[in-house]
């Protein structure tokens, strides 16, 4: 697949990294020392104006695939998104930094239906994607991960193995799960591998498990949760993402403290903000986390543009107490040193990115619907050919480690077990390692 970015930075970065292996990617920036970030990696640069007709000609972008926008200027990403889809037929990612471009582009979409904003196919605002990620792991009280799949019909919870949890110390096939739950994966020491019925779950292990959205609930009330529910949420940091997140938290049933230290920030968000208390301080004073009582809250997310002022505050809300630790990260190599360091979710704004570009865009096209872990396991989804004879799973042998954790059949998601019959035309959502990924497929791709 042939990738074109336009504009060099640490986003384009990341993702030229994502991509430059399996795929030819090329960067376009018009300032030559912008394009200097990418010289560790094996991919094309073109120091030229992305807005220029001639100079994506010079691209070759008649034979691109994908189009990536993704500079610090919304109005030329825009542009450049238009302007490429005039001359080719790749399909056009672009990114917004303000909220006021994105409502513009679904305005044009959705009242006038402009040609114009068609021609802009995907819209990725980062800020968004951080505090969707965040949003749904506070809402299911200790997991560290959450993914939906099948319109809602099913899920994927990770959970870290605790010295108060149940499964400490048990091998898989001792533990009672319910038959709408299936462990996939489990991480250790920062490696992930598929179980099998004699793996032992460690301290530190995080648990991987897909299933029902009932059924992962029942399972989390008797082993996690204990029927805790998020009902105080403290917020280090009011900028975009900060009042975003409140805003949205807003809507459920808990009660929110955010803190900045800046005191004109802190006037808007009180005024935008109708439930929420809003207090101008610093997040990094253990005077003002212990008189608000930080300690007691059930999440705390520090999402300050700072990375070492969110580590700071998350270790502060966590020898205070604090249940569960959120920590914004602007780099994607730090992410497993803070987890490492005692924080409980380290959520990389890039790294959300890149995997929204994978699952939506580049991923899809070959039936991988979600990655976990930093890009270690994939779930793709593959339909049984009409000539597919039916069998029971126990019956499909793969040579490469991988679990059929949900076949789609029409309306019904089922959580398959051995003896559960596999129908030509399923659809099935398989977990393996990402390095398995081409065999699996193949192997599902060519089963009959």
């Not at 299936?182 to 019925?197: K, T």
Request: proline share 2%; hydrophobic share 40%; net charge negative.
């Amino acid at each position: 697949m042939r990738i074109i970015i336009f504009g060099a930075n640490e986003t384009a970065s990341a993702i030229a990294a994502e991509f430059f292996e399996d795929h030819d990617v090329i960067v376009i920036d018009s300032i030559q020392k912008n394009l200097e970030l990418f010289s560790r990696l094996d991919v094309g640069v073109i120091c030229a104006d992305a807005l220029n007709i001639q100079e994506l000609k010079r691209a070759e972008i008649e034979d691109a695939d994908v189009f990536i926008a993704c500079s610090n200027d919304d109005e030329s990403n825009i542009l450049a998104c238009l302007t490429s889809k005039q001359i080719s037929d790749a399909q056009t990612i672009c990114f917004v930094n303000k909220k006021d471009s994105l409502d513009s582009i679904n305005y044009l979409k959705d009242e006038y239906k402009s040609s114009y904003a068609q021609c802009i196919e995907s819209v990725i605002w980062p800020q968004r994607l951080l505090v969707q990620e965040i949003f749904k792991i506070i809402t299911v009280p200790k997991a560290v991960d959450v993914e939906n799949f099948a319109h809602g019909r099913a899920r994927l919870l990770e959970y870290r193995i605790d010295e108060d949890s149940e499964l400490l110390n048990k091998k898989l096939k001792d533990c009672c799960f319910n038959s709408e739950v299936l462990v996939v994966g489990i991480v250790r020491n920062e490696e992930l591998f598929i179980p099998n019925g004699n793996s032992e779950f460690l301290l530190n292990d995080k648990a991987i498990l897909m299933g029902t959205p009932v059924g992962l609930d029942i399972m989390a009330g008797e082993l996690f949760e204990k029927n805790e529910k998020v009902k105080n949420i403290g917020i280090i940091g009011g900028g975009t993402v900060g009042f975003d997140l409140a805003a949205t938290l807003e809507k459920t049933h808990t009660k929110i403290k955010l803190i900045d230290n800046n005191y004109e920030r802190c006037e808007f968000l009180s005024q935008e903000l109708k439930k929420t208390l809003v207090l101008n301080a610093s997040g990094t004073s253990l005077e003002i986390l212990e008189e608000e009582e930080i300690g007691k809250c059930d999440v705390i997310v520090a999402i300050t543009n700072n990375d070492e002022k969110n580590l700071l505050c998350s270790l502060l809300a966590k020898q205070l107490g604090a249940k569960k630790v959120i920590t914004r990260v602007s780099q994607d190599t730090t992410v497993a040193l803070f987890e490492r360091v005692g924080v409980d979710v380290a959520i990389s704004q890039r790294e959300a990115c890149v995997n929204e570009i994978k699952n939506r865009i580049i991923d899809s096209r070959a039936g991988i619907i979600a990655t976990v872990e930093r890009g270690q396991g994939e779930i793709l989804e593959i339909q049984l050919k009409n000539n597919f004879k039916t069998k029971p799973l126990c019956d499909i042998k793969v040579d490469n480690p991988c679990v059929v954790a949900i076949v789609k059949r029409g309306s019904r998601v089922i959580i398959p077990k051995g003896n559960t019959e596999i129908h030509p035309g399923d659809i099935l959502l398989i977990f393996t390692k990402s390095e398995h990924v081409t065999q699996v497929k193949e192997y599902f791709n060519n089963a009959l």
